[in-house]
Protein backbone atom coordinates (compact mmCIF):
# COMPACT_ATOMS: atom_id res chain seq x y z
CA UNK A 1 0.00 0.00 0.00
CA UNK A 2 1.40 3.48 -0.76
CA UNK A 3 0.80 6.01 1.60
CA UNK A 4 -1.64 7.76 -0.88
CA UNK A 5 -3.73 4.51 -0.48
CA UNK A 6 -3.22 4.83 3.20
CA UNK A 7 -4.39 8.46 2.76
CA UNK A 8 -7.69 7.58 1.30
CA UNK A 9 -7.87 4.45 3.13
CA UNK A 10 -8.36 6.00 6.37
CA UNK A 11 -5.17 4.66 7.70
CA UNK A 12 -2.81 6.39 9.75
CA UNK A 13 -0.09 8.38 7.62
CA UNK A 14 2.37 11.09 7.15
CA UNK A 15 2.53 13.42 4.25
CA UNK A 16 6.54 13.90 3.36
CA UNK A 17 6.63 11.74 0.60
CA UNK A 18 5.61 10.56 -2.81
CA UNK A 19 5.44 13.92 -4.00
CA UNK A 20 2.84 15.21 -1.80
CA UNK A 21 5.16 17.98 -0.19
CA UNK A 22 5.70 18.87 -4.45
CA UNK A 23 1.48 18.44 -4.76
CA UNK A 24 1.13 21.22 -1.71
CA UNK A 25 3.46 23.53 -2.93
CA UNK A 26 1.87 23.73 -6.39
CA UNK A 27 -1.39 24.34 -4.90
CA UNK A 28 -0.11 27.33 -2.98
CA UNK A 29 1.66 28.70 -6.00
CA UNK A 30 -2.01 28.80 -7.51
CA UNK A 31 -3.80 29.78 -4.36
CA UNK A 32 -2.06 32.49 -3.96
CA UNK A 33 -2.14 33.84 -7.65
CA UNK A 34 -5.70 33.24 -7.23
CA UNK A 35 -5.80 35.11 -4.48
CA UNK A 36 -3.99 38.17 -5.76
CA UNK A 37 -5.89 38.03 -9.18
CA UNK A 38 -7.57 41.07 -10.04
CA UNK A 39 -11.87 40.98 -9.51
CA UNK A 40 -12.28 42.25 -13.13
CA UNK A 41 -9.98 39.59 -14.71
CA UNK A 42 -12.41 36.52 -14.52
CA UNK A 43 -11.13 34.54 -17.25
CA UNK A 44 -7.89 34.68 -15.17
CA UNK A 45 -9.18 33.39 -12.41
CA UNK A 46 -10.92 30.47 -14.19
CA UNK A 47 -7.15 29.85 -15.27
CA UNK A 48 -6.30 29.43 -12.09
CA UNK A 49 -9.37 27.62 -10.70
CA UNK A 50 -8.84 24.71 -12.79
CA UNK A 51 -5.10 24.47 -12.29
CA UNK A 52 -5.48 24.55 -8.72
CA UNK A 53 -8.38 21.62 -8.88
CA UNK A 54 -6.85 19.69 -11.87
CA UNK A 55 -10.19 20.22 -13.48
CA UNK A 56 -13.04 22.73 -14.55
CA UNK A 57 -15.72 23.04 -12.61
CA UNK A 58 -18.37 26.10 -13.08
CA UNK A 59 -18.23 27.25 -9.19
CA UNK A 60 -18.07 31.25 -8.31
CA UNK A 61 -15.54 31.34 -5.58
CA UNK A 62 -14.63 34.87 -3.80
CA UNK A 63 -10.79 35.30 -3.18
CA UNK A 64 -9.64 34.52 -0.74
CA UNK A 65 -9.76 30.73 -0.65
CA UNK A 66 -7.31 28.49 1.12
CA UNK A 67 -7.03 24.17 0.57
CA UNK A 68 -4.15 22.08 1.07
CA UNK A 69 -3.83 20.36 -2.55
CA UNK A 70 -7.13 21.25 -4.38
CA UNK A 71 -7.21 18.31 -6.55
CA UNK A 72 -9.05 15.94 -3.39
CA UNK A 73 -11.91 19.09 -4.20
CA UNK A 74 -14.87 18.31 -6.35
CA UNK A 75 -17.38 20.94 -6.76
CA UNK A 76 -20.89 20.75 -8.14
CA UNK A 77 -21.85 23.36 -11.27
CA UNK A 78 -23.04 26.88 -9.57
CA UNK A 79 -22.49 26.08 -6.27
CA UNK A 80 -20.95 29.82 -4.49
CA UNK A 81 -18.36 29.66 -2.37
CA UNK A 82 -17.88 33.45 0.03
CA UNK A 83 -14.35 34.90 0.64
CA UNK A 84 -12.32 33.50 3.32
CA UNK A 85 -12.99 29.64 3.33
CA UNK A 86 -10.80 26.93 4.57
CA UNK A 87 -10.80 23.69 2.61
CA UNK A 88 -8.24 21.22 4.58
CA UNK A 89 -8.25 18.58 1.82
CA UNK A 90 -5.61 15.89 2.82
CA UNK A 91 -9.05 13.64 2.15
CA UNK A 92 -11.97 13.72 -0.37
CA UNK A 93 -14.33 16.92 -0.42
CA UNK A 94 -17.14 16.34 -2.68
CA UNK A 95 -19.50 19.21 -2.69
CA UNK A 96 -22.53 18.66 -5.07
CA UNK A 97 -24.91 21.62 -7.21
CA UNK A 98 -26.02 24.62 -6.25
CA UNK A 99 -24.55 24.47 -2.75
CA UNK A 100 -24.10 28.35 -0.94
CA UNK A 101 -21.18 28.49 1.48
CA UNK A 102 -21.23 31.59 3.62
CA UNK A 103 -17.94 33.47 4.52
CA UNK A 104 -15.15 32.02 6.79
CA UNK A 105 -16.57 28.32 6.47
CA UNK A 106 -14.20 25.36 6.93
CA UNK A 107 -14.07 21.98 5.91
CA UNK A 108 -11.46 19.41 7.35
CA UNK A 109 -10.81 16.03 6.33
CA UNK A 110 -8.04 15.22 8.49
CA UNK A 111 -7.37 15.10 12.18
CA UNK A 112 -5.10 13.42 14.42
CA UNK A 113 -4.86 11.15 17.30
CA UNK A 114 -5.84 12.29 20.39
CA UNK A 115 -2.78 10.21 22.03
CA UNK A 116 0.40 12.62 22.67
CA UNK A 117 2.86 10.81 21.37
CA UNK A 118 0.81 9.91 18.32
CA UNK A 119 0.11 13.55 17.01
CA UNK A 120 2.54 13.73 14.19
CA UNK A 121 0.22 11.03 12.61
CA UNK A 122 -2.73 12.24 10.68
CA UNK A 123 -5.84 10.61 9.48
CA UNK A 124 -8.73 11.53 6.69
CA UNK A 125 -12.11 10.85 6.25
CA UNK A 126 -14.07 11.92 3.24
CA UNK A 127 -16.63 14.90 3.88
CA UNK A 128 -19.63 15.11 1.29
CA UNK A 129 -21.78 18.19 1.03
CA UNK A 130 -25.25 17.21 -1.13
CA UNK A 131 -27.24 19.63 -3.25
CA UNK A 132 -28.67 22.37 -2.44
CA UNK A 133 -27.19 23.17 0.90
CA UNK A 134 -27.00 26.23 2.57
CA UNK A 135 -23.92 26.43 4.64
CA UNK A 136 -23.60 29.42 7.08
CA UNK A 137 -20.64 31.57 7.89
CA UNK A 138 -18.12 30.59 10.44
CA UNK A 139 -19.62 26.89 10.39
CA UNK A 140 -16.85 24.08 10.76
CA UNK A 141 -16.99 20.88 9.03
CA UNK A 142 -15.15 17.78 11.01
CA UNK A 143 -14.15 14.81 9.01
CA UNK A 144 -16.22 12.19 7.69
CA UNK A 145 -19.55 14.36 7.83
CA UNK A 146 -22.35 13.78 5.15
CA UNK A 147 -24.96 16.92 5.21
CA UNK A 148 -27.62 15.86 2.90
CA UNK A 149 -29.66 17.50 0.04
CA UNK A 150 -31.26 20.85 0.56
CA UNK A 151 -29.93 20.99 4.12
CA UNK A 152 -28.87 24.06 5.83
CA UNK A 153 -26.33 24.98 9.10
CA UNK A 154 -26.69 27.60 10.60
CA UNK A 155 -24.31 30.34 11.09
CA UNK A 156 -21.33 29.29 13.37
CA UNK A 157 -22.11 25.79 13.68
CA UNK A 158 -19.55 22.78 14.81
CA UNK A 159 -20.74 19.58 12.48
CA UNK A 160 -19.53 16.47 14.13
CA UNK A 161 -22.63 14.25 13.41
CA UNK A 162 -23.84 13.59 9.86
CA UNK A 163 -27.18 16.37 8.84
CA UNK A 164 -30.39 14.11 7.13
CA UNK A 165 -31.53 15.78 4.19
CA UNK A 166 -34.13 18.66 4.07
CA UNK A 167 -33.28 19.45 7.94
CA UNK A 168 -32.04 22.59 9.69
CA UNK A 169 -29.45 22.29 11.83
CA UNK A 170 -27.25 24.55 14.18
CA UNK A 171 -25.32 24.38 17.43
CA UNK A 172 -21.77 24.01 18.87
CA UNK A 173 -22.09 20.50 18.67
CA UNK A 174 -24.28 20.79 15.79
CA UNK A 175 -27.74 19.87 16.17
CA UNK A 176 -31.32 19.17 13.71
CA UNK A 177 -34.03 21.39 15.00
CA UNK A 178 -36.48 20.64 12.29
CA UNK A 179 -37.60 19.63 8.73
CA UNK A 180 -37.75 22.33 6.37
CA UNK A 181 -41.38 22.03 5.80
CA UNK A 182 -44.48 24.27 4.19
CA UNK A 183 -43.33 27.34 6.29
CA UNK A 184 -40.52 27.98 4.59
CA UNK A 185 -42.18 27.16 1.37
CA UNK A 186 -44.18 30.06 2.30
CA UNK A 187 -41.75 32.68 3.81
CA UNK A 188 -38.22 33.28 3.63
CA UNK A 189 -37.50 35.42 6.46
CA UNK A 190 -39.84 35.17 9.73
CA UNK A 191 -43.07 36.37 8.42
CA UNK A 192 -41.93 37.98 5.30
CA UNK A 193 -43.55 36.08 2.69
CA UNK A 194 -42.49 34.89 -0.76
CA UNK A 195 -45.14 36.47 -3.58
CA UNK A 196 -45.37 35.84 -7.13
CA UNK A 197 -45.60 39.97 -6.85
CA UNK A 198 -42.55 40.44 -5.08
CA UNK A 199 -40.43 37.68 -7.09
CA UNK A 200 -41.97 39.30 -10.49
CA UNK A 201 -40.74 43.61 -9.62
CA UNK A 202 -37.87 41.52 -8.41
CA UNK A 203 -37.00 40.08 -12.15
CA UNK A 204 -38.03 42.83 -14.07
CA UNK A 205 -35.29 45.22 -11.98
CA UNK A 206 -32.33 42.37 -12.39
CA UNK A 207 -33.62 42.40 -16.78
Same mark, same amino acid.
Given at each position: ???????????? @???? !?????????? =??????????? #??????????????? @?? #????????? &?? +? !?????????????????? =?? @?????? %? %???????? $????????? $???????????? +?????????? !?? *???????? &?? *????????? $??????? #???????????? &??????????????? +? +???????????????????
Amino acid at each position: MTMRERIASGKL @FTDY !CEGLPEDRLN =CKMYMTAFNES #KPDNQKLRQELMNKL @FG #KEMKVWIEP &PF +Y !CCYGTNIMIGDDSYINFN =CH @FVDDGK %I %IIGKKVMF $GPGVTIATV $GHPIRPDMREYM +YSQPVVIEDN !CW *IGAGTIIC &PG *ITIGENSVI $GAGSVVT #KDVPQNSVAVGN &PCRVIREIDEHDMKY +Y +YKDNEITDEDLMEEARLRN
